[in-house]
């Protein structure tokens, strides 16, 4: 499977300022998924990442709030900007193997807070 | 829309079985995920079946799903102290072919 290196870890960042999240995988790969999991919450999904297309938005989150670049099929990045104490949650992204089968490999995750 | 439930909370002893469950509601799902999230970590893949097998071993990890009552189970052998995390069902069943996940179900071992 997919091994992904996903940075900052963690941040603590300015209410109104932005942060963007890294996320680089060791393979290809087609799709690439940003989720949220906000405090003692499940994981909601923010947006799928395509190379060279847009990326898809869930209901409730925005190009302008998460823009989200995908320039080659090992790397993707997600911002969250203009930051709120709202938005303080862990942030991971995620593939699938080659195939589009089997398991979903994961980052670190990037534990984001607010102040 | 999908929607997957499992409880909140589960405590057992040390060495005990621990069974986790789990519904979900999009019948179409051709795969059933199990995750384990320690405090302050990732998700790790534990285990994962596809719709058309019933029961999958692996080590202490059994998973049993039934198709018509769209439920999946866990069951943790042996539990150990190291065992203690937050156990998430999520199915494959998103618009985008991304994962849907429960709430998480947090596995409290006692020595």
């Known amino acids: 499977s997919a091994v992904i290196s996903q940075k900052p870890s963690r941040d603590i960042c300015q209410r109104g300022t932005s942060l963007t999240i890294q996320c680089q995988v060791d393979?290809?790969?087609?799709?690439m998924f940003w989720y949220r999991q906000q405090p003692g919450q499940s994981l909601t999904l923010i947006a799928t990442?395509?190379?060279?297309?847009?990326?898809?938005?869930e209901s409730g989150f925005v190009i302008d709030k998460f823009p989200i670049s995908r320039p080659n099929l090992t790397f993707s990045t997600l911002t969250v900007s203009n930051m709120s104490p709202e938005d303080s949650s862990i942030y991971l992204c995620?593939?699938?193997?080659?195939?589009?089968?089997?398991?979903?490999?994961f980052g670190s995750g990037t534990r984001l807070t607010v102040v | 829309g999908e929607d997957v439930e499992q409880s909140l909370f589960l405590s057992v002893r040390e060495g005990d079985s621990s069974v986790i469950n789990c519904t979900y509601t999009?019948?179409?799902?051709?795969?059933l995920y199990w995750y384990k999230q320690e405090p302050g970590a990732g998700l790790q893949l534990l285990t994962y079946?596809?719709?058309?097998?019933d029961m999958k071993q692996d080590q202490r990890l059994t998973v049993l799903l039934n198709k018509k009552d769209k439920h999946l189970s866990l069951r943790i052998a042996d539990t150990q102290t190291g065992d203690s995390a937050i156990y998430f069902c999520?199915?494959?069943?998103?618009?985008?072919?991304?994962?849907?996940f429960g709430k998480g179900t947090k596995l409290s071992v006692k020595p």
């Open positions: 995620s593939v699938v193997g080659p195939t589009g089968f089997g398991g979903y490999t």
């Open positions: 393979s290809q790969v087609t799709m």
């Open positions: 990442a395509n190379q060279g297309s847009e990326a898809t938005y």
């Open positions: 999009d019948s179409s799902s051709t795969y």
């Open positions: 079946i596809f719709s058309n097998m």
């Open positions: 999520a199915e494959k069943g998103g618009s985008q072919g991304n994962l849907i």
